[in-house]
């Protein structure tokens, strides 16, 4: 099969953000281990005077975990699918938090003045991008020197029974979801694209290569235990003082 990428896969994403919440609402531990990657950012304080970035929010829950880990911290969360975002912005936020309907390299390039941000939290991103080590090149341009990087990504573990454990799930619940909604090509790009992507020792490298520091790579629990997991990683500098390390 060959995979969505770029303005075919956000057109995607548009079609299916009207039953995206609904979907994953049906995925159990799905908000509980987006707000575990969060808190696993471990910023402090509350996030106070902290400026983060929620790289691909999507419909905002990734962003949701990220407020709730860090609830003074200002947030600012863009996506690529102009749906995705209609949908998060239709819910309620406070006014620290704002959304920008632009690519991570649209980002990069249009809205310098953006950065450096503490922080940067990346959820289901990096599978879906035509150019990972790219859009993690942005993330360090993106990031201050000391700053955090939590990424949470399907990435299966490598072992045969979590590949066969995902192509089960993908068969049985998710592929005919998505023929009822009308968004059976999306959820088969799902399925394909975490068969394709690089496993989590294999992600963790490339965050090595791409010059993250202090990375490390967490599970999530459940069902999705060693085909969910959280990478965890600093943008090389020194920490500042009083922070816990990663």
Same mark, same amino acid.
């Given at each position: 099969?060959?995979?969505?990428?770029?303005?075919?896969l956000? +057109?995607a994403?548009?079609?299916?953000?009207?039953?995206?919440?609904?979907? !994953?609402a049906? &995925?159990?531990?799905?908000?509980?281990?987006?707000?575990?990657?969060?808190?696993?950012?471990?910023?402090?304080?509350? *996030?106070?005077?902290?400026?983060?970035l929620?790289l691909?929010?999507? !419909?905002?829950?990734s962003?949701l975990?990220?407020?709730r880990?860090?609830?003074?911290?200002r947030?600012t969360? @863009?996506?690529?699918?102009? *749906?995705?975002?209609?949908?998060?912005?239709?819910?309620?936020?406070?006014?620290?938090?704002?959304?920008?309907?632009?690519?991570?390299?649209?980002?990069?390039?249009?809205?310098?003045?953006?950065?450096?941000?503490?922080? @940067?939290?990346?959820?289901?991103? %990096?599978? &879906? @991008?035509?150019?990972?080590?790219?859009?993690?090149?942005? @993330?360090?341009a993106?990031?201050?020197?000391?700053?955090? %990087?939590?990424?949470?990504?399907?990435?299966?573990?490598?072992?045969?029974?979590?590949?066969?454990?995902?192509?089960?799930?993908?068969?049985?619940?998710?592929?005919p979801?998505?023929?009822?909604?009308g968004?059976?090509?999306?959820?088969?790009?799902? +399925?394909?694209?975490?068969?394709?992507?690089?496993?989590?020792?294999?992600?963790?490298?490339?965050?090595?290569?791409?010059?993250?520091?202090s990375?490390?790579?967490?599970?999530?629990?459940?069902?999705?235990?060693?085909i969910?997991?959280?990478?965890?990683?600093r &943008? *090389?500098?020194?920490?500042?003082?009083?922070e816990?390390?990663l």
């Amino acid at each position: 099969m060959t995979l969505l990428r770029d303005h075919d896969l956000a +057109r995607a994403f548009d079609h299916a953000s009207r039953t995206y919440d609904h979907l !994953t609402a049906l &995925n159990p531990g799905y908000r509980t281990d987006l707000q575990r990657s969060a808190r696993r950012l471990a910023l402090p304080d509350g *996030g106070a005077g902290l400026h983060l970035l929620d790289l691909g929010c999507g !419909t905002g829950a990734s962003t949701l975990a990220l407020l709730r880990a860090a609830p003074q911290a200002r947030i600012t969360a @863009v996506d690529a699918s102009a *749906g995705m975002l209609r949908r998060a912005l239709a819910k309620p936020w406070p006014t620290r938090v704002r959304f920008l309907h632009l690519t991570a390299e649209e980002l990069a390039t249009a809205h310098e003045s953006e950065g450096p941000f503490d922080a @940067v939290f990346a959820a289901y991103l %990096f599978r &879906n @991008v035509t150019d990972p080590d790219a859009v993690l090149g942005t @993330v360090r341009a993106l990031l201050r020197p000391g700053g955090r %990087f939590a990424a949470h990504e399907y990435s299966l573990s490598g072992a045969r029974v979590h590949r066969a454990l995902w192509s089960a799930v993908c068969r049985g619940l998710v592929i005919p979801a998505g023929t009822l909604t009308g968004d059976r090509a999306l959820y088969r790009h799902l +399925r394909h694209s975490v068969v394709a992507f690089d496993t989590a020792p294999e992600f963790a490298a490339r965050l090595s290569r791409a010059g993250l520091t202090s990375v490390r790579v967490a599970p999530v629990a459940g069902w999705q235990t060693g085909i969910v997991h959280t990478f965890l990683a600093r &943008n *090389g500098g020194p920490t500042t003082t009083g922070e816990p390390a990663l």
